[in-house]
């Protein structure tokens, strides 16, 4: 069992982004952490008659590091004292550059954080500056060195390509020097423009370069070469590890393993149908937990076809690929062979050992292979 903790804000939102996340008054904020506590107290009954233990935690956002150690410390302490949780648990905390420093990174460690995921997205001052974010480049090298020069963590760095006016040379720069600081992690985002963002709008009026499709590709395939001769693995189709440093939390939710999620706007899922969602508007969410009532606001029993569906997906993303006999469970293998031999001739994928997986190149087009095979 996995636990998923949201935490929905920023100190200013940026351009692109699409996650949950608001801009929040100081008694929201505190109100919030005692309503996750209440969300969690509420959903005990349902933890122990699982009677799994919780074998990560994971902090994400929004900005969880927008409150002090602390307060997030708070939370591992009930979870510690309400409920089951494994003496080796992953327990990760996502920090944005510029939050906190060398003094806060020791008292996370102190407060149980195993793993940190740095919101670094560029080491280039320009792509950084497009992006909106509220952080330097060296803030990301401060905080991305301090976390290493600790030693009390696994180290993540998030990164994004495809950003207007990025080139292949600064793309490169970036990973240079994310693989200079030797993090544990690495894991790397095409950025997608959502509609009607600001971004967007800016885009539109012809602002920036925007760097062509091919141009992506290439710095897909560019981050794919260059970690791979760094030495990390190429796990998940966005995520590099050094060996045994792959995310167990985020391996879950590709294996569909259970896993709850606290929080406003958060998810969870329990083996092999149940997904449910919580309240998105924050007051709202707090108000039902306090009031003694789950803030769920849908809740869905996939068929089995969505639950196999979700199964091909999430399974061809990772390395280790889909089961074949997953696929014969729905599929006519003998109609489907033939496409699948074409893609092997073209080298987009393999077969081995009663599995079907993604080559490199396949995953620059993994949502036509997809697409195909669960239309096909
Ligand atoms: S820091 Fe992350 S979650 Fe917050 S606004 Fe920026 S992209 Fe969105």
């Known amino acids: 069992m996995r636990l998923y903790l949201h935490i929905p804000f920023c100190v200013r939102k940026c351009p692109y982004c699409d996650f949950h996340s608001v801009v929040a008054d100081e008694e929201t904020k505190s109100l919030y952490i005692n309503a996750l506590m209440n969300e969690i107290d509420l959903l005990k009954r349902v933890f122990k008659s699982m009677g799994e233990e919780i074998l990560s935690l994971y902090f994400g956002g929004g900005t969880p590091s927008i409150y002090?150690?602390?307060?997030?410390?708070?939370?591992?302490?009930?979870?510690?004292?309400?409920?089951?949780?494994?003496?080796?648990?992953?327990?990760?905390?996502?920090?944005?550059?510029?939050?906190?420093?060398?003094?806060?990174?020791?008292?996370?460690?102190?407060?149980?954080?195993?793993?940190?995921?740095?919101g670094a997205q560029s080491f280039d001052p320009e792509t950084l500056r497009i992006l909106g974010r509220n952080h330097t480049h060296l803030d990301v090298l401060r905080l991305a060195k301090s976390a290493m020069d600790?030693?009390?963590?696994?180290?993540?760095?998030?990164?994004?390509?495809?950003?207007?006016?990025?080139?292949?040379?600064?793309?490169?720069?970036?990973?240079?020097?994310a693989v200079g600081v030797k993090p544990h992690h690495l894991s790397i985002y095409a950025l997608n423009i959502p509609e009607g963002s600001e971004m967007d709008r800016k885009a539109e009026e012809g602002a920036w370069r925007m760097p062509a499709e091919d141009e992506i590709a290439d710095m897909y395939d560019l981050a794919c070469r260059l970690l791979g001769k760094a030495g990390y693995h190429h796990y998940e189709i966005s995520n590099f590890a050094l060996p045994g440093k792959e995310c167990a939390h985020n391996i879950a939710y590709w294996e569909r393993s259970a896993y709850i999620g606290i929080g406003s706007g958060s998810h969870s899922f329990l083996p092999s149908r149940l997904r449910w969602s919580n309240l998105k508007n924050i007051s709202t969410y707090i108000n039902t937990v306090n009031g003694d009532m789950l803030p769920v606001e849908h809740l869905e029993f996939l068929t089995r076809e969505e639950a196999w569906e979700e199964e091909v997906m999430l399974s061809l993303r990772m390395s280790r690929g889909l089961d074949l006999c997953a696929l014969e469970e729905f599929k006519n293998m003998r109609v489907l062979s033939d496409t699948i031999d074409g893609w092997q001739r073209e080298g987009l994928v393999w077969r081995k050992g009663g599995r079907l997986g993604l080559s490199e190149r396949g995953m620059l087009v993994s949502n036509q292979i997809i697409a195909s095979l669960l239309g096909g």
């Open 68 to 118: 002090p150690p602390a307060e997030l410390g708070r939370i591992i302490r009930f979870c510690k004292r309400e409920l089951t949780v494994a003496r080796e648990a992953e327990i990760t905390v996502e920090i944005n550059p510029g939050s906190w420093k060398k003094k806060e990174l020791i008292e996370a460690a102190r407060m149980g954080f195993n793993r940190l995921s740095i």
């Open 150 to 177: 600790l030693d009390r963590f696994d180290v993540n760095l998030d990164l994004i390509y495809g950003v207007p006016q990025q080139t292949l040379a600064t793309w490169r720069q970036t990973l240079e020097m």
